[in-house]
């Protein structure tokens, strides 16, 4: 795997194996942006809640890198009329199509049918290439495959070796389903677990890229967050060394549906 490997989507669209969250990344997001593509950031992933969308259209706007091989995430709310939330984002973005819209998450009642037939229109008319879900539970993917018989290209959830799911990932391989892991890094909030700083140690890692390292072995697409450039620069640079498979477990045990945010939507 290099850094600029691809993942091919059942729809046969291919997605870069890694990219950079930016939620909170608002201090300026069209500098850090670009500087992340230059870098070799070739995934961004967004929302229309984040405020970044502007920032990431300047900065797709001003690098060399070509729009073909630069790869947007970006949401609707679960409040949305989810087509003309589509329209807005590319306007924000400034671009003429987007690689995968998600809907943020469930809304409260329901699995978001009315969210889904507007990203599948969007689809139909080209405005978006795949679109997928985010915080889904197994049941809630079920009922949206059942109602629409389009199945979501991509589940972005809470994704770290202290909270994740065999279930859930024997679940979307079966279905051909891409898992998007955010706060890959626990959001910092476990950098200090003794197990994690002794593999970090071992392979004279930091935690952050023992982190990202585990996810691209598990086979999630891990999309961290950096807002300084060192950190951004560390977090890519994870594609020189591989976990043995008994680290690889060590890490995966200490699984204890753990959420840096609120609580794992889909356990
Ligand atoms: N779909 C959803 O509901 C959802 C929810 C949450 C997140 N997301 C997406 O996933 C992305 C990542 O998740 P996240 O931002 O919640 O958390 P994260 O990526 O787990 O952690 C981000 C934090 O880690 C720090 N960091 C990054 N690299 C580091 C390094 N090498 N060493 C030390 N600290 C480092 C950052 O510091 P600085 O602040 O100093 O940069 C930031 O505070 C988000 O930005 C967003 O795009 C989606």
């Known amino acids: 795997m290099e850094k600029n490997s ?18 909170q990344l608002t201090k300026d997001t069209a500098g850090t942006v ?28 001003n690098t060399t890198i070509n729009r073909d091989e630069i790869y947007i995430t970006t949401k609707v709310e679960e409040t949305d009329d989810s087509y003309e939330r589509t329209k807005s984002n590319l306007k924000e973005l400034k671009l003429d199509y987007i690689d995968l819209m998600l809907i943020h998450r469930p809304p409260f009642i329901g699995a978001g049918e009315e969210l889904w037939d507007g990203l599948i229109k969007a689809k139909k008319e080209g405005l978006v290439l795949d679109i997928g879900v985010s915080n889904y539970s197994i049941p809630l993917i079920e009922e949206l495959i059942k109602k629409s018989d389009e199945i979501p290209a991509v589940n972005q959830i809470e994704w770290s070796p202290f909270g994740h799911s065999q279930e859930m990932f024997d679940y979307c391989l079966e279905k051909g389903i891409v898992i998007q892991a955010y706060s890959p890094l626990t959001r910092t909030k476990r950098f200090s677990d003794k197990i994690l700083n002794e593999i970090a140690k071992k392979y004279g890692k930091s935690p952050a890229q023992i982190l990202i ?7 999630t697409v891990p999309i961290p967050m950096a807002d300084q450039k060192e950190q951004l620069e560390e977090d890519l640079n994870v594609f020189n060394f591989e976990i043995d498979n008994e680290d690889m477990k060590r890490l995966s045990n200490l699984n204890e549906h753990y959420s840096s945010l609120r609580s794992l939507p889909y356990v």
């Open 34 to 61: 670009l500087y992340a593509i230059e870098f070799g950031y070739r995934l961004i992933d967004t929302s229309s809640d984040y405020k970044t969308q502007p920032g990431i259209g300047e900065a797709i706007k």
């Open 213 to 219: 390292r585990w996810n691209l072995q598990f086979g």
């Open 6 to 23: 691809t993942k091919q989507l059942f729809t046969q669209n291919n997605m870069p194996v890694m990219g950079l969250g930016t939620w």
